[in-house]
């Protein structure tokens, strides 16, 4: 028998299957709806079943609760990163404005009130430094009113040089130390009047010279020179540079002043354009 039974394992477990079945269906006849002491022994045995089903579909459903407050999460995560980063750059803005209004105040502090200068402000976007030139390219032309030939400040006042182009979004600047650089200077100390000029070698040097000085001319080092206004070019009275040695020039007759620039060029990052002064001569 026990033979027979191994021999078909599977039978045998597919009619004791069989078996457990009708006996269920039976008792359940028989009993009509009081609970069987078979029913009881099956509830038994498949109640930890029972138990791991509801387990696994109480995991697997938290599992999708969880993806789900993973994507709100993250959704949520991009909506405030973008707006972390609008924050950001209107605080640049507001930072930028406040610098602007700084600087202008210093310009109206340190400008006399009777020139009446309009200026507008512009960044230096890049310099040119090369052996031929000294110039500046700033952040606007000629949709912020900017023009060839309007002087160049800095915050302070100082002379930084001239336009020379300005086309749509940019303008160009020759600055004081440029070989293109010419002026009508004033000693302030003084009064004597000479031409401001940008000579090679000097550039070569960051400086410029106070050319056409007479001989023995009463000019000290560390004299400030000052802008004449002579030609309606510059506005007076904006400081160039300071002497810093005086000279016999190849000609012999005349002397000229080696000249510190004012403006400390190399080191600006913001410019003023005089757009309209009152007192032109």
Same mark, same amino acid.
């Given at each position: ?59 697997? &459903? ?72 000294? &110039? ?53 100390? &003084? ?50 540079? &300071? ?39």
């Amino acid at each position: 028998m026990l033979r027979f039974i191994g021999k078909h394992k599977g039978g045998a477990i597919a009619a004791a299957a069989c078996l457990l079945v009708l006996s269920l269906a039976v008792s359940s006849f028989f009993t009509k709806g009081r609970v069987s002491p078979v029913s009881n022994a099956i509830n038994t045995v498949f109640r930890p079943l029972h138990a791991l089903i509801g387990s696994i579909d109480g995991y697997f &459903t938290g599992r999708a609760d969880a993806v789900k407050r993973y994507d709100q999460l993250k959704a949520e995560y991009e909506s405030l990163r973008v707006y972390m980063a609008n924050m950001d750059e209107e605080r640049r803005s507001i930072d930028e404005i406040q610098r602007e209004n700084e600087l202008l105040r210093e310009l109206l502090e340190l400008q006399p009130r009777e020139r009446g200068f309009k200026v507008e402000i512009a960044a230096i976007l890049a310099r040119d430094t090369s052996a031929w030139e000294r &110039t500046l390219t700033l952040s606007k032309g000629s949709e912020a009113g900017f023009e060839v030939g309007q002087c160049v400040i800095s915050s302070e006042g100082y002379l930084v040089g001239i336009i020379t182009s300005a086309g749509s979004g940019s303008a160009t600047v020759h600055t004081v130390t440029d070989m293109s650089m010419s002026a009508g200077g004033r000693v302030d100390r &003084t009064g004597l009047t000479a031409v401001a000029e940008g000579e090679w070698h000097s550039m070569r040097d960051g400086r410029l010279r106070l050319n056409y000085l007479p001989l023995g001319s009463d000019i000290l080092h560390g004299d400030l020179i000052l802008t004449s206004g002579l030609g309606g070019v510059y506005p007076p009275g904006l400081p160039i540079g &300071t002497v810093a040695g005086v000279q016999l020039d190849l000609s012999g007759q005349t002397e000229y002043a080696e000249l510190i620039p004012s403006a400390r060029i190399d080191m600006l990052t913001q410019v003023f354009v005089i757009l309209e002064y009152i007192n032109k001569e």
